[in-house]
């Protein structure tokens, strides 16, 4: 993946994490803009940006990327049809592994993000799914198209799924998981899960001297 689009799409997928949970129910173009609108200000807030902010940037993220993102959604979509096959523990044990991975996967990239603009196109609606499409401006004046997948649960539109450049997040961990579970086993994903986990962890972790 080019340089551009790796930071395109860490800063993306942390906009649809940080999406507010406060919005009431209405079109999800009005939800999304209203709710990105205020992550992008707080990404620009000066008090946020100091090297040793990056605990409280961070933390902040994982509060409300619980409450927007539908790990549940998303972890069934990337197990595909190897999710019928978990047992109701194997199953809440994944959805809890795969979403922490996911935030502290691009928790870290927040401070990739440098201003860039978000321009909504339109959205799709069908039944209790939608698709807003939207364009990311990079400040080189180029367009990246992203489309926010999203569910309605109750009078909220949760987002479980990120489209860049017609790349979907949850086919691209699908992908990885098929070929994992196909060549090994659903047990060994998810020890490499695990394993990147404590990776992660450890990479987050204050060092000393």
Known sequence: MRPWLRIAVACSVVVALLVGRDATAGAPTDQLRAQVDKVLKLLDDPALKAA???????????????DIFDFGETAKR??????AARTPEEREEFVKLFGDLLERSYISKIELYGGEKIQYVGDRIEGDTAAVQSKLLTKTGSEV?????????????????????????????????????????????????????????????????
Do not use: C
């Open 52 to 66: 040793d902010k990056a605990k409280e940037r961070r933390a902040a993220v994982r509060k409300v990327a619980d």
């Open 78 to 83: 990337s197990l595909g049809r190897h999710w």
């Open 145 to 209: 198209p992203i489309e926010y997948r999203m569910l309605r649960k109750s009078d909220r539109w949760l987002v479980y799924d990120v489209v860049i450049e017609g790349v979907s997040l949850v086919a691209n961990y699908r992908t990885q998981f098929n070929k994992i579970i196909q060549t090994s086993s659903f047990q060994d994903l998810v020890k490499k899960m695990k394993t990147r986990q404590e990776e992660l962890g450890a990479a987050a972790s204050p060092r000393l001297g």
